[in-house]
């Protein structure tokens, strides 16, 4: 399997979600025990494993995300795979231009140009959503310079349910072709960015090794497709968990009593 993608709505904790399903997709992939299973984080924050692999899956990348009513997740074993999932809300001060001012030096004049051209601005935020979301998949640093990509999104609506990968990245002025995206929208407000490319540090000079842009089905075309991706129930999410640690009442109680942070944000109908 090349990339693989588990959806789990409604779950307490998003971030909870996200940790399990890379603790069960390693079980599943990689055939290593929950328990077993030892992960760490970059100096960037992504979380990435650090039991000692085989030569077959030492370049094994995966990635997670969660934002709304979804947790996701991306993997690939020879490339380096990146997601994320966002929900369309409005700014936390309600103005949608304001925002746009914001965040005016984060996308080119013709990424502005696609953002802008949808009927209204509600259309609009949903276009920065998706072009943001293009960015957070690739994983670029803070500190890299985002007017050196541009991103060419298409199509300019999405259907739900279906999965595009029309979209192409300019870096420095030219097509990237050794990364490629896949976008797919689950609902109204939610909607999912794929970025598989090559190993390494984003923005290095091209290297020898070549990802081939094929994902979890073989692509013949650039016509949209039906969505591969696999909703999972509670208990198929730890169907095949393994305690990690004593049974310990007194901190599940405590977990229990968390408070979600507070959003910010409201999501507004189409």
């Known amino acids: 399997i090349i990339i693989i993608f588990y959806l789990y709505p409604a779950l307490p904790s998003r971030s909870w979600a996200g940790r399990l ?29 650090a039991n000692d692999l085989s030569s077959a899956h030492s370049s094994f990348s995966f990635n997670v995300s969660h934002q709304g009513n979804y947790a996701v997740l991306a993997a690939e074993p020879d490339c380096q795979a990146g997601i994320d999932v966002t929900k369309t809300s409005m ?77 192409v990245m300019l870096l420095d002025g030219e097509e990237e072709k050794q990364w490629s995206f896949e976008e797919t929208r689950l609902d109204d407000c939610h909607h999912v960015a794929v970025a598989l490319g090559k190993p390494g540090e984003f923005g290095e000079k091209p290297s020898a090794v070549r990802c081939s842009g094929n994902f979890q089905y073989q692509v013949l075309s650039s016509a949209a497709t039906q969505t591969t991706f696999t909703t999972l129930t509670f ?13 310990d009442p007194a901190c599940w109680d405590s977990f229990c009593a968390k408070q979600e942070s507070p959003t910010r944000q409201g999501s507004n109908p189409r």
């Open 91 to 167: 700014p936390g001060n309600g103005s949608i231009p304001e925002f746009f001012r914001i965040m005016k030096r984060q996308f080119t004049e013709e990424e502005w140009r696609a953002i802008k051209s949808m009927n209204s601005e509600w259309l609009q935020l949903d276009m920065f959503h998706r072009h943001w979301s293009f960015i957070k998949a690739i994983g670029v640093g803070i500190g890299f310079d985002l007017q050196r990509i541009e991103f060419n999104v298409s199509p300019l609506q999405l259907e739900v349910g279906k999965t595009y990968k029309e979209t």
């Open 235 to 247: 208990d198929a999410l730890v169907a095949s968990a393994a305690p990690l640690a004593p049974e």
């Open 21 to 49: 399903l890379i603790r069960k997709l390693i079980a599943e992939k990689l055939k290593i025990p929950w328990n077993e299973i030892k992960l760490r984080r970059t100096s960037k924050g992504k979380p990435v494993l």
